[in-house]
């Protein structure tokens, strides 16, 4: 065999050798990328595009751990959701919830934990500035209270209850505490359309959801503060 020949068969095997290795590392890295979308989309809630409570609660703490008393939890519930799904459809309930996820994520950023807690509830952990709470949860309130167009030009009205703990005001960091207090609040304010603010003694509430008779009256920001 010449030198010429030689050296072109000495390349050509080292193509093939290069050529078969990389089939199964093309194959893997595909595999990866399939397993990485896989592993994300089971971290989301597919009908709001929100984190499921398990990621939520993972993110929720970091912020906290990271911002301290700048950070607020915010609790979130869509009012008389049973009814939009009897009067106009369960799409239209779809929608109504796809809508809330958008307009929390909107609001809060990327910055911040948004997630489905299951239902028509949903939470926030975020950084908030003190001086600008008020103002910033009556836009809140305001961008989850506008109607819902449905595709086929029926329009749907909102209503939500919303509760906020900070540590500030509460006395606690701890995630479940402040999500204890915080629904505590807004279940104090069903209704009433405005902002329900948790104090203290909502931490160490005994009951579930909040439901406990003769709790004293709420500070709020909002439509009703």
Same mark, same amino acid.
């Given at each position: 065999?010449?030198?010429?020949?030689?050296?072109?068969?000495?390349?050509?095997?080292?193509?093939?050798?290069?050529?078969?290795?990389?089939?199964?590392?093309?194959?893997?890295?595909?595999?990866?990328?399939?397993?990485?979308?896989? *592993?994300?989309?089971?971290?989301?809630?597919?009908?709001?595009?929100?984190?499921?409570?398990?990621?939520?609660?993972?993110?929720?703490?970091?912020?906290?751990?990271?911002?301290?008393?700048?950070?607020?939890?915010?609790?979130?519930?869509?009012?008389?959701?049973?009814?939009?799904?009897?009067?106009?459809?369960?799409?239209?309930?779809?929608?109504?919830?796809?809508?809330?996820?958008?307009?929390?994520?909107?609001?809060?950023?990327?910055?911040?934990?948004?997630?489905?807690?299951?239902?028509?509830?949903?939470?926030?952990?975020?950084?908030?500035?003190?001086?600008?709470?008020?103002?910033?949860?009556?836009?809140?309130?305001?961008?989850?209270?506008?109607?819902?167009?449905?595709?086929?030009?029926?329009?749907?009205?909102?209503?939500?209850?919303?509760?906020?703990?900070?540590?500030?005001?509460?006395?606690?960091?701890? *995630?479940?505490?402040?999500?204890?207090?915080?629904?505590?609040?807004?279940?104090?304010?069903?209704?009433?359309?405005?902002?329900?603010?948790?104090?203290?003694?909502?931490?160490?509430?005994?009951?579930?959801?909040?439901?406990?008779?003769?709790?004293?009256?709420?500070?709020?920001?909002?439509?009703?503060?």
């Amino acid at each position: 065999m010449t030198a010429a020949l030689l050296t072109r068969a000495r390349i050509g095997q080292r193509t093939l050798l290069i050529t078969t290795v990389a089939v199964p590392l093309t194959g893997w890295t595909v595999h990866a990328l399939t397993l990485h979308r896989q *592993l994300a989309a089971s971290r989301r809630d597919p009908l709001t595009g929100l984190l499921r409570r398990d990621a939520y609660t993972a993110r929720a703490r970091r912020i906290l751990a990271r911002h301290g008393d700048r950070a607020a939890v915010v609790v979130v519930d869509v009012d008389h959701f049973k009814a939009v799904n009897d009067t106009f459809g369960h799409p239209a309930g779809d929608a109504v919830l796809a809508a809330t996820g958008a307009r929390l994520t909107a609001w809060a950023g990327p910055h911040a934990s948004v997630g489905r807690l299951g239902g028509d509830e949903f939470a926030v952990v975020l950084e908030t500035e003190a001086g600008g709470r008020g103002r910033g949860f009556e836009q809140l309130l305001g961008m989850l209270c506008a109607p819902v167009v449905l595709d086929d030009g029926r329009t749907v009205g909102v209503a939500v209850s919303v509760g906020v703990a900070t540590p500030a005001a509460t006395g606690s960091r701890d *995630l479940s505490a402040l999500q204890r207090a915080a629904d505590t609040a807004l279940y104090a304010g069903k209704h009433s359309g405005a902002v329900a603010v948790a104090c203290r003694e909502d931490v160490t509430v005994p009951s579930v959801n909040g439901r406990r008779a003769g709790r004293p009256g709420t500070h709020t920001w909002g439509r009703a503060a």
